[in-house]
């Protein structure tokens, strides 16, 4: 139920990059209440590779750098 209302709110701030394609299912994952806050950690460009290696010595091998983040005029968010 929430997923839909999260789609319409967050919809005018994000793109897809050129030539990006998501299914349905990999995009109702980007509004998904229950993934909310879960998918992303933003940290500073320095200390991105040894926060990556302090999660998959934790055990987190899943984890990732995932891309970055730009100053912009108005919230964006692009899937690349």
């Given amino acids: 139920v929430l997923t839909p209302a999260n789609k319409s709110l967050v919809s005018p701030h994000w ?3 050129s030539g990006t394609k998501l299914s349905e299912g ?10 909310s806050g ?6 500073r ?3 991105a590779e040894q926060c990556l290696a302090a999660l998959h010595r934790a055990g987190i091998t899943a984890a990732a750098i995932a891309g ?4 912009t005029e108005k919230p964006m968010l692009e899937i690349v």
């Fill in 15 to 17: 793109r897809m990059a």
């Fill in 26 to 35: 990999e995009e109702m994952l980007f509004h998904d209440p229950q993934t």
């Fill in 38 to 43: 879960g998918l992303l950690l933003s940290i």
């Fill in 45 to 47: 460009p320095a200390d």
């Fill in 68 to 71: 970055e983040v730009f100053k």
